[in-house]
Every structure is written in structure tokens, then in C-alpha cells.
């Protein structure tokens, strides 16, 4: 990944862990996570009936999108996660995965 993207999702996660511990209260990892995967409930929820055929406005796409974002951090923080290390060890993993499959198609 990109250094200035790693800098900068180190940054939010620092913020959103200030933010939550100065103003909320303290909560557990098994809290967040479920309340992450409210939030990506709601967002799926949408998408479904926008499947379906219902208009659905575009704002609350971007809530619920918001509401996930929010809620991974701070998940990642009560857990101790460090995200921009995570997701960089992932997309290498993801990478080093799809070059293999690319020359394997070659042979
Ligand atoms: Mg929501």
C-alpha cells in the first residue's frame, strides 16, 4: 500500500479512538463488532431493496457506508488493531494470490 495512505489511515484511527475515548463510553471489542455488523446489516438492507427495484437515495448509501467506517475503527481500536498494517499485510497477501493465478493462466 501506499505510504501516504498508510499515514493517513493511521491518522483517522488515531482520531476516531480520541474522538470515542474523550466523549463515549468505554466499550468491548464484542460490542463494536456487532454493532459493525449492524451497521453493514443496514447497508446491505438497502442494496437489497435497491435490487429489487426501489429508489433509494443516494444519501443513505453514504450513511450507512459512514456507519460502517465508524464503527470499524472503532472496533479496531477496543481490539487493539493496528489497520493500516493489517490492510497493507493483506493486500500483499492479496497480491502476491493474484500474480500466481496471472501466471498460472499464462501457462
Ligand atoms: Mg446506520
Known amino acids: 500500500m501506499n505510504l501516504n495512505v498508510q499515514d493517513f489511515v493511521t491518522k483517522l484511527q488515531k482520531e476516531f479512538d ?5 466523549c463515549f463510553p ?3 471489542p464484542e460490542f463494536f463488532c456487532l454493532e459493525l455488523n449492524g451497521e453493514a446489516g443496514e447497508l446491505a438492507n438497502f442494496e ?3 435490487w429489487r427495484g426501489r429508489k433509494i437515495n443516494h ?3 453514504a450513511d ?4 460502517v467506517l465508524i464503527a470499524l475503527m472503532n472496533y479496531s481500536n477496543s481490539r487493539k488493531i493496528n ?3 493489517a ?3 493483506k493486500l500483499q497477501k492479496i ?3 493474484r500474480l500466481k493465478m496471472e501466471e498460472k493462466k499464462k501457462k
Open 83 to 85: 489497520l493500516a498494517e
Open 59 to 61: 444519501q443513505y448509501f
Open 64 to 67: 450507512e457506508a459512514a456507519d
Open 95 to 97: 497480491e502476491k494470490r
Open 18 to 22: 480520541k474522538y470515542q475515548s474523550e
Open 48 to 50: 437489497k431493496k435497491s
Open 26 to 28: 468505554v466499550r468491548s
Open 87 to 89: 490492510v497493507d499485510r
